[in-house]
C-alpha cells in the first residue's frame, strides 16, 4: 500500500505539471471544479471535487481511493488505466526519493557574527504586520444562516421559470453567481446588491441550483422539473423544439417519423440531431437499490440518415443517473456507459455488446440488486458489475435517439413493491 500511496503522489505530480497552475497548497476549490471538468471532458468519469480534494489533502481522510477514481486520473494523463500507470512507472526515479532534512547552516563565521538587537527585530516585525494588514483584507466568517437562497417555480409544465430569491448583505462579496444545475455552461452573474433572478428551465428533469459568491459555494436548492407524462423534443441550442402528443404516437409505439423530423429540422440528415422523449415524475413504490427496468427499442433511422444511429436508455435519479447507450455495431467506439458510479469510455473500453442490428426491436433490461448492477441486451448478460452508490431516487425515465426512435413499451418495477408500466 505504501508503494500505491508513492505512486498516487506521482500521478498528482504529473498532473500539477500538466496543469501548470503553481503549487497545489494555494489552489482555491474553483482550480478543483476545473479539474474535475477537465477530467470528465477526457475521460467521461465524474470525479467530484471533494474526493480530488481528499487526494491533494485539503481534505482529511484515510481510506485509498477507489480503482474507478484511480484509473480516471491516470486516464487524464494519458495511461490506459492505473494498471499501465503502475507499471510504467514502477522504476521511476522520483519514487526512490526519500525525504529530504531541511538543515539549517550557518553562513557566517562565528567571529564576525551579525547581533541585532531584539527592540530592532520587533519594531521590525510590527511594521511588517501593520503593512500587511493594510494590503490584505481579513476574511470574515460566514453565517450562513443569514444568507438567504430560494428557488420557486412558477408552473409544474415545460417551459418552467423559477424565481431565485436570494440576499447576501453583510458578505461584501466582490461577484455573486447563480448556477442553475450540475453543467457551469448553465451560469448567470447577479447583482451584489440585488434580490431576485429568474431563469427559464427548457428541458425536465432534478437540478441544484447553486448560489455562488467570490467562488465559494454558499446555499443549494433542488430543482425538480416534471412533465405531464411523456413529453418529446429535438435537441436545439438554446431551446429545444417540442413535440406534440400527436407527433410522438405512432402505430403501437411512441417517437418520431422520419417525415415528422425533415419538417421540424428542414434536413434529411440527422447526424448529430438528438430527440428526445421523458418521463420525469415520482416513482413513489420503486426503490433505486432494488429494481428492474424493461424496454422494448430500436433507432428506426436508415445508416443514409444517421450513420451510427445511436440510442440512450437514461433513468434519472435525485443522485445520480444511469445511461445505457446502444448503437450500430461498427460505432461502438463513440458510446459512453454510465453505471451510476462511474463512466466507461467506448475509447478505451470493449462495449461492442453493446451494438445492435436495428433492423430488429432490442429488448433492454437492466436491474440494481444486492449492490450489483446488471445489463441484458436481447435476453443477454453483457454488463454485470458492482454499484457502491444508489441513484437517491428514481424520478425520471428518458430516451435519447441520434435521429428517429420507436419505443414499444416500458417497465419499470420493485419486487413485491410497485409496477409502472406503459405499452404504446
Known sequence: ME??????????????????????????NDDFEQLSEKIFDKTKVQLSVSTLKRIWGKVRYENFPTGATLNALAGYIGYENWRDFRQKNQDNELLQLPQKEVKIVNTVPSSRKIV???????IILIAIGFTWLSLKKVPKQINLSKIKFEAIKVSDNLPNSVIFNYDVDGLNPDSVFIQQSWDPRLTDKVAVNGKQHTSIYYEPGFFIAKLIADGKVLKQRPLFIKTQGWKGMIEKSPIPLYLSENEIKGNGYMGISDSTLKQKTG?????????????????????????????????????????CRRINVVLLGTGNAIIIPLVDKGCISSIDLLTGDVWISGKTHDL?????????????????????????????LIINMPQQHTLGEIVGIRFESEGTAQIKNVKLSTPKKGTYYNQF
Not at 280 to 307: C, G, H, P, Y
Not at 354 to 376: A, M, P, R
Open 116 to 122: 541585532v538587537p531584539v527592540s530592532l527585530f520587533f
Open 352 to 380: 461492442r455488446s453493446f451494438g445492435c442490428d436495428f433492423s430488429q426491436f432490442q429488448t433492454l433490461k437492466c436491474s440494481v440488486q444486492n449492490h450489483h448492477f446488471k445489463i441484458y441486451l436481447n435476453d443477454k
Open 267 to 307: 434536413s434529411p440528415v440527422f447526424n448529430d440531431t438528438w430527440t428526445k422523449f421523458a418521463n420525469v415524475r415520482e416513482f413513489k413504490d420503486i426503490d433505486a437499490s432494488n429494481f428492474v427496468f424493461e424496454t422494448t427499442l430500436r433507432n428506426s433511422s436508415s445508416m443514409e440518415a444517421s450513420v
Open 3 to 28: 508503494k500505491e500511496k508513492q505512486l498516487l503522489m506521482l500521478c498528482r505530480k504529473f498532473i500539477e505539471q500538466s496543469l501548470n497552475w503553481g503549487d497545489s497548497i494555494i489552489w482555491s
